[in-house]
């Protein structure tokens, strides 16, 4: 059959991260077989990896099993619990925390920016004073909300002081290839373009593009937004050629929404336009034409737009061919008027260099 799509690779050091395995670092020939030595020194398969490739076990703490669904359920060995369930001892619940947390989230949603600040800060707080560490899963939320509290606040220096502290707290708790650092470089890149620091908001942009597809894959929905998202402030910024480079990246990835496929045809004609490329734009705009008439219809105001903006790319398109075809004859013209002047030279020249004869 054909290879997996599975992504082993962040799948091992996820759980390598919830188990405290530690391993040799080289690389593993994923999906096939390895082999390894055995106690009569002959080598036996190993599938995926060798015993002897694990290098250490470490004990987790604190926040290994403080929120349901962050790590394995901890083993109970009770006689009187022949099932085997989890026990409550290492489950850092804090009730009144994670209430003020929701009722901070809870009042983002509804606008109330100060509230949710106050509450945020609150809650994160009392898990510190708690754990005696900023390293915390619920306190990474907090700073979340805090950072998000104070963009809208207009306090974009605060914001980005917060963010920082949750993408620090986010790598810490789960390395740099998680969903949780792709979320904290996707809040640091809101804040840095919503304040115009653009190329310092695309390269958090950037690293959260290849964060999807070293996690997701190359098939991953999200990329396809992200580059038309890069691409869309390269236009802003007058860079022309780097956006287009990213619309093409978009147009290449997988996408689960076909009108977003209209809005890249649409923003590749117009960098095109720009450029004075305008039969290449053309073919964008017509692209993005037919799948607005099959998805609105022809009576739709987004299929009426695009219809006249076809219309004056085409004019455009023919008045650039006519132009062409003209700079193309005088230049033809040009150059033979250059080839008959450097030929009457060269015949002056031949004519200088022979020997004149003796009266």
Do not use: W
């Amino acid at each position: 059959g054909g290879e997996s799509r599975a992504m082993y690779t962040p799948l091992l050091r996820r759980i390598c991260q919830r188990s405290g395995i530690r391993l040799v670092a080289k690389h593993y020939d994923f999906g096939k077989k390895c082999v390894c030595g055995s106690s009569n020194g002959n080598l036996t398969t190993s599938y995926p990896v060798a015993p002897t490739d694990i290098l250490d076990i470490l004990p987790l703490v604190k926040h290994a099993a403080s929120v349901s669904g962050e790590t394995f359920a901890p083993a109970s060995f009770n006689g009187n619990n022949a099932g085997g369930s989890g026990s409550s001892s290492l489950h850092v619940l804090l009730s009144d925390a994670k209430t003020m947390y929701e009722v901070g989230h809870a009042n983002l949603n509804n606008g109330n920016f100060a509230v949710t600040l106050d509450y945020a800060q609150e809650a994160a707080a009392m898990y510190q004073r708690i754990l005696d560490s900023p390293v915390h899963p619920q306190i990474s939320k907090c700073l979340k909300l805090t950072a998000i509290a104070h963009y809208h606040r207009d306090e974009p220096e605060l914001a980005l002081a917060a963010a920082s502290k949750y993408l620090a707290v986010a790598i810490s708790l789960s390395g740099f290839d998680s969903a949780e650092v792709l979320n904290a470089h996707m809040t640091m890149a809101d804040i840095l373009l919503g304040t115009g620091r653009i190329s310092e908001g695309v390269k958090h942009l950037r690293a959260a593009q290849f964060l999807m597809e070293f996690m997701a894959g190359p098939n991953y929905a999200g990329i396809s937004s992200t580059y038309y998202r890069m691409g869309s402030h390269y236009y802003d910024a007058g860079k022309l050629e780097d956006a287009l480079r990213f619309y093409e990246l978009a147009s290449s990835k997988r996408s689960e929404d076909r009108m977003f496929d209209c809005l890249i045809a649409r923003n590749s004609a117009g960098v095109l336009a720009r450029l004075g490329q305008f039969k290449p734009a053309f073919e964008y705009e017509k692209k993005a034409f037919e799948l607005y008439v099959t998805f609105l219809g022809e009576e739709h105001d987004a299929t009426k737009a695009c219809s006249n903006t076809l219309i004056q790319l085409m004019k455009l398109a023919v008045e650039q061919g006519k132009r062409s075809k003209i700079q193309e004859k005088e230049l033809m013209k040009e150059n033979a008027a250059d080839a008959v002047a450097e030929q009457i030279r060269a015949d002056e020249e031949a004519e200088e260099a022979k020997p004149k004869k003796k009266k």
